[in-house]
């Protein structure tokens, strides 16, 4: 069987299998990484594609513990999710952590679309930005932007606002010198 790639987030692995791959040989290679690879404690199958305007993505339980919510770190930040209820990507790590190198003392940060709060937790624990605000749509996302801003100690610091974009733009009292849209 050849998989094609899998990400890490936390404790979970989440598997692109190849469509013929059946579910023993699954099994196998999900047993195989559970125990070549302690910090992995759950192995996830990713089926579909990211879809609706929440960006959502569709897994399978696998194989280890029966769980979709991720304890993840980075950047000197940690984010707790839920992977089949949220959008996110390990793969910006690195753009989130050079986009706050290039936020500048006192500016105050928007960012849009702004799922658990990576790029802001991010921008605002690793920059000296004056204040930053999280705007996002999908309340589930909200609940663990909410958690993830106290698990990092910033409450103060990074501000949430739920809802479209569009509509409570106008609810902001700041200008902002900086606003990030993460590309989807």
Same mark, same amino acid.
């Given at each position: ?114 799922? =658990?709060?990576? @790029?802001?937790?991010? &921008?605002?624990?690793? *920059? /000296?930005?004056? !204040?930053?605000?999280?705007?996002? +749509? ?19 610091? =990074?501000?949430? @606002?739920?809802?479209? &974009?569009?509509?409570? *733009? /106008?609810?902001? !009292?700041?200008?902002?010198?900086? +606003? ?5």
């Amino acid at each position: 069987m050849k998989q094609r790639s899998f990400d890490v987030l936390g404790n979970i692995a989440i598997v692109n299998f190849s469509d013929n791959s059946k579910l023993n040989e699954k099994k196998k290679f999900a047993n195989k990484l559970l125990k070549e690879q302690n910090s992995i404690k759950t192995v996830l199958e990713k089926y579909g594609k990211i879809k609706g305007r929440l960006r959502k993505i569709s897994t399978r339980y696998i194989a280890g513990e029966k769980t979709k919510e991720v304890l993840y770190k980075e950047n000197g930040c940690v984010f707790r999710f839920n992977i089949d209820n949220t959008y996110f990507s390990p793969r910006l790590s690195n753009e989130r952590k050079e986009i706050s190198s290039l936020i500048k003392k006192n500016e105050n940060v928007l960012v849009m679309f702004a799922g =658990v709060a990576p @790029f802001s937790i991010v &921008i605002a624990k690793n *920059s /000296k930005a004056k !204040k930053v605000i999280s705007n996002e +749509i999908n309340r589930e996302a909200n609940k663990y932007a909410k958690l993830n801003i106290e698990l990092n100690k910033l409450k103060g610091k =990074v501000e949430l @606002f739920e809802g479209d &974009i569009k509509r409570i *733009s /106008k609810k902001f !009292k700041e200008k902002f010198d900086v +606003i990030v849209m993460p590309r989807p």
